[in-house]
């Protein structure tokens, strides 16, 4: 069930029969010149929705926070960005509210690299202190041998656009979009990122070769991910989240 066209009533029908909700979070950041400012976000409901169709069970999917931890990004037109402190607290408020109606067991579905350390801290702190269970899911960590081709509005990204919403790719610019893009993400010594904004390695926003990633591949993406989060739902739907006692 999509919270978001549900009616209070079917929610109310519904609450008894599952406890467990899917969060999709994203960001509205720069993809390049050729994906949307939205392509975080998108990817990250479309995950969520097929991960709920591939769910042996009843999970409700709650709307999609769109905006996340982004300023690395801000040098590009567009983007917009949350403090870490008020992207966790949002996210955090948010299970709070789909727990007080019974989904009080989260899988957090995210589709922004720049959100997982925050996602990581949120979730370990909504299991240790609130009246809920959480945990985050990055769902191009789950795609098996492609994960390690994920850049920036490079294939991965691209391919699912190309899947799910075809529209939103301006193919006119693929080709722009590859000769202005990074060949990798940041700029490393001695294991150390010297950069903290993508503008300082990237002339156009894009890590990765957005041409390698056609629709056919994100077909295959969106399986990849979809079985994964189910498992993974499935896991949480069963698991004991009642928290250890103290050691003596």
Avoid: C
Wanted: proline share 4%; aromatic share 6%; net charge negative.
């Amino acid at each position: 069930m999509r919270l978001s066209e549900a009616t209070w009533t079917d929610v109310s029908d519904l609450a008894g029969e599952t406890n467990l909700a899917f969060l999709p979070v994203g960001s509205t950041e720069q993809h390049g010149p050729h994906a949307p400012l939205g392509t975080d976000a998108f990817t990250a409901e479309a995950v969520a929705d097929a991960g709920s169709e591939a769910y042996d069970g009843e999970v409700v999917v709650a709307p999609t926070l769109p905006i996340g931890v982004a300023a690395e990004h801000r040098q590009f037109p567009g983007t917009l960005w949350l403090s870490p402190d008020t992207f966790r607290n949002t996210v955090r408020e948010t299970v709070a509210s789909l727990a007080s109606h019974g989904f009080d067991r989260v899988v957090v579905v995210n589709g922004h690299g720049g959100n997982t350390d925050a996602l990581r801290e949120v979730t370990g702190t909504i299991t240790r202190e609130d009246d809920a269970y959480a945990v985050a899911f990055t769902w191009f960590e789950a795609v098996g041998e492609h994960s390690s081709k994920m850049g920036h509005g490079g294939p991965l990204e691209t391919a699912l656009l190309r899947h799910v919403a075809p529209e939103s790719v301006r193919e006119e610019r693929i080709e722009t979009a590859r000769e202005g893009g990074a060949d990798r993400w940041g700029d490393w010594v001695s294991k150390v990122n010297l950069a903290h904004d993508s503008a300082e390695f990237t002339a156009n926003g894009v890590v990765g070769d957005p041409s390698a990633g056609d629709a056919e591949l994100g077909e295959e993406l969106l399986e990849l991910a979809s079985a994964s989060l189910a498992r993974l739902a499935a896991a949480v739907a069963e698991r004991d989240v009642s928290r250890p006692a103290r050691r003596e």
